[in-house]
């Protein structure tokens, strides 16, 4: 980069003697700030260069914009002004994908520095997005510099994401590049002793890394930082001190580095500190850290949230902070400066996918702020700490959903422009990345075009977000816990929300009146019997192999969980997290059993009405729409072929007797068909089969002739929607620590669905069917799905018709409904028209004859 601006300065004198053109005025700015470099000039060089850009027409000037865009970003990076640095490349990148200029190296001075800031700002899937659109472009021109650049950056990026396989396998790709500069063979070796530590193979880390002292003479920064962290794995306090030592002569004998290189050293050696159990020497290093990038800060005080900006060195710093801080409640100020970082990065970023990759340092942290609160609590009994607690579990519960929600219910309450605007983007970007994982899926090579559009949209999200932003400074899903007791008094409900750490399962317990919090440890027996249970769903014939055994295990997992406490409830809503979002509590069991008799057995939902949430936040804002149901079901049936669904023609009928519905059959029962179709319509059955997905294939249901990926369903307006999903497994998915599950459920929840039915095993075809008949039996007379899924459970399991071993909750309870208490609406039907008008005039006719008698 300094050769760029060598060049830029040499290229803007050619043009100081025609300065009263636009593109020479350009350069003169350009070329005065070259000259004297600093934080003062180029904020006026900033803000010059915004203005001049709005004039230019010309080829030649907007090159000049672009190139001076370039070295905005270029400095600010070099002053630590990462956002700046961003906002000044994806300037640059925009104005030149707008003209498409052909002779101008954008690669080089604008998209490999931009990836670099990507990947250091944590915004993982720009950066994946960009390496890989400049490295198709080095590609088609045979530029081998380029290439091997990519690989690096995105070998990097990998090992940041934890994608270690697909690091080295990257890295492999270099061995077909004829010539590779020593020092970028340096960087790959360094990449790949990485990716063998994030594997645990310390081994061949330590041999790369050792070949690599011997192969290169200077530069060993990186490597000294990787030996000193595999010899502390390794337990050699004394030779990771040594290396860690080498590592920091090597940067501080360098001629120019970065506050920020200078401050992630000092924190580095804070954690090696902290690792050896010198708490003083962690504390030094962490103020000097802090100081590299705060110039002002002074050690044993806290900065103030104005000097902070979106850095993710702060909340490494600001986490050990805590952790060395005696006092709880200091050491819970700097974890909510840590939080307070954290949501300045979260609204940057614009891809879902990339938010929730950040989820689980999130519940690490607010797992150590539970730890202290409670402890705080026990000690004080002040109920303060109680709803601090509470609040910060709400931040990071499925705040990726729980934001989208919150925009959906702005947007129909406002229809403000800005966020309709972003709603289309964002549905744009989902159907991008569907088209990406569809030509992953067909083994398509060429998504040029399609990584070309996806980068487009996330500038464009960028600059848009940056105007909500303005808008709308607030934007987040905290509630006031006295509200959310009115609304469950309201409601004549409780409510139990559970957070499941690493270490403990925190249970909150909220009425009307009052709120309380458990600790419960999560013990070897703890997982094994909540790993059991959820194993007795696996197969139909589980449970009725080993009636006893499943009992025992539904008490044990119920009184672990604590559901004990709201037995004096009818109404209970459940709040779910990890591991206990694959549990269907009506299965539990509230006392011990000896009976093999399931109708006899004291299944919970025998004693409550459950309604589920992904967090208060979810259950406080829902609303129920009061329009008479109108149902459209899908039955692609599947004739003919090993999928075919035999039964769901008889849920189809049982359907059609107990409302008003349109059924799709077969070949109308198509993915088209259906999303125009359902337009019309509050209320989609779709009785289908469906995938929960895996590492390669997103979840996805099941339609006659195509699939709906969940990248589709993100894509789709389902606001106001009551959906009920008759499929296997749509509320299984690969379960993201913070956020929960990423089932399909998930993705019609961020469509914007009201409420949702579905399953959460592969559920048996036939008797799906006849709980679908008894629930549409009870949804028309009453129009609340809470009640008419609690009601249909019940009928199943008191139908005498059905024989002990199809009572087994296998059968009856696959179904979760996700939504809020609703009171029933009786409905009035024709026929009970007819039936009652019929009655009236028969009573008017007999007084009539009793009259006329007297």
């Not at 250091?120 to 490295?135: H, L, Q, R, S």
């Not at 989208?404 to 605007?421: A, S």
């Not at 019997?529 to 295990?553: K, W």
Request: with cysteine; charged share 20%.
């Amino acid at each position: 980069m300094k050769k760029l601006i060598g060049v830029f300065f040499i290229f803007s004198i050619s043009f100081s003697a025609v300065s009263q053109h636009l593109e020479g005025e350009i350069y003169e700015h350009l070329d005065a700030f070259t000259k004297n470099p600093s934080t003062t000039t180029l904020s006026l060089l900033s803000n010059k260069v915004a203005v001049l850009s709005k004039k230019a027409n010309t080829e030649n000037e907007h090159i000049a914009v672009v190139i001076t865009y370039c070295n905005l970003g270029y400095y600010n990076n070099l002053y630590s002004n990462q956002n700046e640095s961003i906002t000044a490349y994806e300037t640059a990148w925009k104005i030149y994908e707008t003209y498409q200029f052909t002779n101008y190296d954008i690669t080089s001075n604008c998209l490999i520095p931009l990836a670099n800031l990507y990947t250091k700002t944590g915004d993982f899937i720009k950066a994946e997005n960009t390496i890989k659109t400049y490295m198709v472009k080095a590609e088609e021109n045979n530029n081998s510099l380029q290439i091997i650049d990519g690989i690096i950056n995105l070998s990097s990026l990998y090992n940041s994401t934890g994608k270690y396989n697909a690091a080295i396998k990257t890295i492999l790709k270099s061995e077909n590049l004829e010539i590779i500069e020593s020092s970028e063979l340096q960087k790959l070796q360094n990449n790949l002793a990485t990716s063998y530590v994030g594997l645990l193979d310390y081994d061949t880390a330590k041999k790369t890394l050792q070949q690599s002292l011997i192969q290169f003479k200077e530069n060993h920064l990186t490597t000294y930082k990787s030996l000193a962290f595999i010899a502390l794995q390794e337990k050699n306090r004394d030779e990771a001190q040594q290396y860690f030592n080498l590592a920091k002569e090597e940067l501080l004998k360098q001629k120019e580095f970065s506050s920020r290189a200078l401050a992630l050293l000092y924190l580095e050696e804070a954690q090696l500190f902290y690792q050896l159990d010198e708490i003083e020497s962690t504390k030094k290093s962490l103020a000097k850290a802090l100081q590299a990038l705060l110039p002002f800060y002074k050690e044993k005080t806290f900065p103030n949230e104005n000097e902070l900006y979106a850095e993710a060195i702060f909340t490494s710093i600001f986490d050990l902070k805590a952790k060395v801080t005696e006092n709880p409640v200091d050491a819970l100020t700097w974890y909510e400066l840590s939080f307070f970082i954290h949501k300045k990065r979260f609204r940057s970023w614009t891809s879902q996918e990339n938010k929730i990759l950040h989820q689980a340092e999130q519940k690490n942290r607010t797992e150590q702020c539970l730890a202290l609160l409670y402890a705080l609590y026990k000690k004080t009994k002040d109920k303060q700490y109680l709803i601090d607690a509470f609040q910060f579990t709400e931040e990071v519960k499925s705040s990726v959903l729980a934001e989208r929600l919150l925009k959906n219910n702005r947007i129909n309450e406002t229809l403000d422009p800005l966020l309709v605007q972003e709603q289309k983007l964002e549905q744009r970007q989902e159907i991008i990345i569907d088209g990406l994982v569809r030509s992953q899926l067909l083994k398509i090579k060429d998504t040029k075009e399609l990584n070309e559009d996806l980068n487009k949209i996330a500038l464009q999200l960028t600059s848009l977000r940056k105007d909500i932003k303005n808008k709308y400074p607030a934007l987040n899903s905290e509630i006031s816990v006295t509200k959310l007791q009115q609304k469950l008094k309201k409601d004549n409900a409780v409510m139990l929300s559970y957070f499941y750490g690493n270490e403990h399962l925190y249970v909150f317990k909220l009425n009307e009146a009052a709120i309380s919090l458990d600790q419960v440890e999560i013990t070897a027996d703890f997982k094994t019997t909540l790993q059991e249970f959820l194993h007795f769903f696996d197969t139909p014939s589980a449970i009725n192999n080993n009636i006893n055994s499943y009992t025992q295990a539904a008490f044990n997992v119920y009184s672990n969980i604590l559901f004990h406490k709201v037995e004096s409830y009818t109404n209970v809503l459940v709040i779910p997290d990890g591991l206990l979002s694959f549990v269907s509590f009506e299965s539990l069991v509230s006392k011990p059993v000896s009976t093999i008799n399931y109708a006899e057995m004291p299944f919970v939902v025998k004693e409550h009405n459950l309604v589920y949430a992904t967090n208060a936040t979810h259950y406080f804002n829902w609303k129920k729409t009061r329009e008479k149901p109108s149902v459209l079901g899908v039955f692609p049936v599947f004739p003919d072929s090993n999928q075919n669904l035999s039964y769901s023609i008889k849920e189809a009928d049982y359907i059609k007797k107990s409302v008003t519905a349109t059924l799709l059959f077969e070949k109308k029962a198509s993915k088209a068909n259906f999303l125009i179709t359902m337009q019309n319509y509050n209320v989609l059955h779709l009785s289908t089969h469906a995938n929960s997905g895996n590492f390669v294939i997103p979840a996805s249901i099941d339609f006659y002739d195509d699939s709906l990926f969940m990248n589709e369903i993100y894509a789709t307006n389902f606001s106001s929607k009551s959906i009920v999903l008759s499929a296997c497994e749509t509320g299984i998915g690969k379960l993201q620590k913070g956020e929960g599950p990423l089932s399909l459920a998930r993705g019609f929840q961020y469509a914007g669905a009201a409420e949702l039915l579905f399953t959460l095993w592969k559920v048996n075809d036939k008797s799906s069917s006849e709980v679908m008949h008894f629930f549409y039996n009870e949804y028309q007379k009453t129009n609340a799905m809470a009640i008419a899924n609690t009601a249909a459970k019940l009928h199943y399991l008191y139908d005498s018709e059905i024989s002990n071993a199809k009572k087994s909750p296998y059968y009856w309870n696959g179904f979760v409904y996700y939504g809020g208490f609703d009171k029933p609406v009786k409905t009035v039907s024709f026929t009970y028209l007819i039936l009652t008008g019929i009655a009236f005039i028969s009573t008017l006719l007999l007084f009539y004859f009793r009259r006329k008698r007297n």
